[in-house]
């Protein structure tokens, strides 16, 4: 095993460690999903088939919000108490930092899409004509997407309160044009044009056809690589803009 591997297979174990002692943001990462969920589909229950529609979008939706308040949250919180200043004067990279923050979240977000998975289509009799580890592997590309925008928007915050405040003003604007609300073809021009640029309004496609289509062709393809992509890069433009601490 290469050296970075070891150093970025360290970080990860020493954020689970944390996490492991931190059950109120395990109950956060794990639990708000699936309660959301539940209200959602009790909103809808004199509405034979609303939750059907819209119940997958959000699947990916809920998710992808609650991991990206957390991990934007811990990052920061490593700057703020010198954390971070003192892993980066060991021979630990930038990247290498991230990638185990990646891959320990990542973990969670497997265990998160599980769970969600599991409860929507079996307890909540979610109804999806594509397969069920599909609707699965999409909700996890949207935690990872979560985490990774996350982790990007960390670097431009100063305190936990300016970390949260940037809930709003990054995803809040990928809700309102994903085409959960209103469908992106019928917006004006100029805000279809903007969505076609938000990993979110791709994340939703992905869900929308494999709920009325089912099975794995080229559209899902292509929004699977389109979120997975746009993950990659936060993750690559978190380590350029990554400082070692917070002034």
Sequence with gaps: MSAAARRTLATARRVLAQL?????TIAMLLAVPCV???LLKYMYDRQPGTFDRI???????FPLMVMFLVTSVAMLRERTTGTLE????????????LLGYALAFGLVALV?????SGLTIGLLGLKVAGPTWLLFAVALADGLLGMALGLLVSAFAATEFQAVQFLPAVLLPQLLL???????DDMAPVLRAVSDVLPLSYAVDAMGR??????????????????????LLALALGAATLRRRTA
Excluded: N
């Design 55 to 61: 119940g997958p979008e959000l699947l990916g939706v």
């Design 178 to 184: 994903c085409g959960l609300f209103v469908p992106r």
């Design 210 to 231: 494999i709920t009325t289509r089912g099975g794995l062709d080229g559209p899902v393809l292509a929004d699977l690589a389109v979120v997975a992509g746009s993950a």
């Design 36 to 38: 959301l969920l539940v």
């Design 86 to 97: 003192r892993l980066l004067t060991m021979p630990l990279g930038k990247i290498d930092l």
């Design 112 to 116: 998160q899409a599980a769970l969600a």
């Design 20 to 24: 492991r002692h931190d059950p109120r």
